[in-house]
C-alpha cells in the first residue's frame, strides 16, 4: 500500500511538471546571473525550469524516494530508488520492482511483483497532449483566474534556490517545494505535502494529514542502453501479435489499442 502512495506522489510530480511545461511558453535558456537580492518572481523561475527540463533530451538520474507520515514525521514509511534515462523520443525508468520502457513508438511497463506487463502506443499519449488545451504560465499564474498557481522563491544559504508553490489544478497536493540550481536550473531536490484524504475536505483537514515525499535527485554519468534490445527480451511482434518473451510466459499481458 506504501509503494502505491509513493508511485502516486511521483506521478502528481511528473504530470505537475509536464503539463506546466507543455503550458509554458518557449521562454529559450536563460544564462543570465541575478543577485540574490533581485531574486525572480515564481512565474519566470518556473519557465526556466520547465524549459530545462522539456529541452533536455539526454537525461541520466537517479535518487532516492522516501516516504513519511505527517503526523509521525520521524518514522520513515516507504523508501524506494528509481532511475530516469531519455534520449530523445525513448525513455527508461525504474522505481522500485517497475520498469518502464519506451522506444518512441511502444511503452512496455515490466511488473517484476505482479508479474505483469503492460504494453501501450507511445503516441497515443501524445495525441492526448496535443488535443488538449492548455493555459499559459502567464494564465496559471494569474490572481485574478478562477483556477490558479501562487508560487514563491527562496534563496538558501548554500545559494540554491527553493521554488514553493500550490496548484488550484491539484487538489490533493496541499504543498510542493523544488529546489534548484540557478546557474543550472538542474532540480536538486522535491518535497510534496499530499492530503491524506486527497483534499476532499481542505478546510476541516489537520495541517498534518498528509503524507510528505522526500525526492532526492541525482544526475548520473551517461548511460549507454538499447531501448529496443531491451524491449524485445521482454515481448515478442509476430504478425502484429504482442506476446510475453521466453523469460516471461507466466506474466500476465495487457496490451492497450489506441483505436479501441
Not at 523561475?45 to 503526523?71: P, S
Request: a neutral charge; charged letters at 25%.
Amino acid at each position: 500500500m506504501q509503494k502505491r502512495k509513493i508511485i502516486v506522489l511521483i506521478i502528481i510530480l511528473v504530470v505537475t511538471l509536464s503539463g506546466l511545461a507543455i503550458a509554458g511558453s518557449k521562454a529559450g535558456w536563460f544564462t543570465r546571473s541575478i543577485a540574490v537580492n533581485e531574486l525572480p518572481d515564481a512565474k519566470e523561475e518556473c519557465k526556466r525550469i520547465f524549459d530545462r527540463v522539456k529541452n533536455d533530451t539526454n537525461v541520466n538520474m537517479g535518487g532516492t524516494i522516501t516516504l513519511y507520515d505527517g503526523e509521525k514525521t520521524s518514522e520513515i514509511k516507504e523508501k524506494a530508488t528509481f532511475r530516469f534515462i531519455r534520449k530523445q523520443e525513448q525513455f527508461y525508468s525504474q522505481l522500485s520492482f517497475l520498469q518502464t520502457f519506451c522506444n518512441g513508438k511502444l511503452v512496455v511497463q515490466l511488473d517484476t511483483v505482479n508479474q505483469v506487463i503492460v504494453v501501450a502506443d507511445a503516441n497515443q499519449e501524445k495525441g492526448n497532449r496535443k488535443g488538449a488545451m492548455q493555459p499559459s504560465l502567464d494564465e496559471l499564474f494569474n490572481e485574478k483566474a478562477d483556477f490558479n498557481i501562487t508560487g514563491k522563491v527562496t534563496q538558501g544559504n548554500n545559494n540554491d534556490r527553493t521554488i514553493s508553490f500550490q496548484s488550484d489544478f491539484n487538489p490533493e497536493i496541499k504543498s510542493c517545494e523544488l529546489t534548484y540550481d540557478p546557474t543550472t536550473y538542474q532540480v536538486k531536490r522535491a518535497v510534496i505535502h499530499w492530503w491524506k484524504d486527497g483534499g476532499a475536505m481542505i478546510e476541516t483537514a489537520a495541517l498534518d494529514r498528509v503524507w510528505i515525499s522526500h525526492i532526492d535527485y541525482q544526475p548520473l554519468p551517461v548511460a549507454d542502453i538499447n531501448i529496443d534490445e531491451e524491449i524485445n527480451k521482454i515481448i515478442t511482434i509476430k504478425k502484429d501479435q504482442i506476446s510475453p518473451a521466453l523469460k516471461y510466459q507466466d506474466y500476465q499481458m495487457h496490451v492497450s489499442n489506441p483505436e479501441q
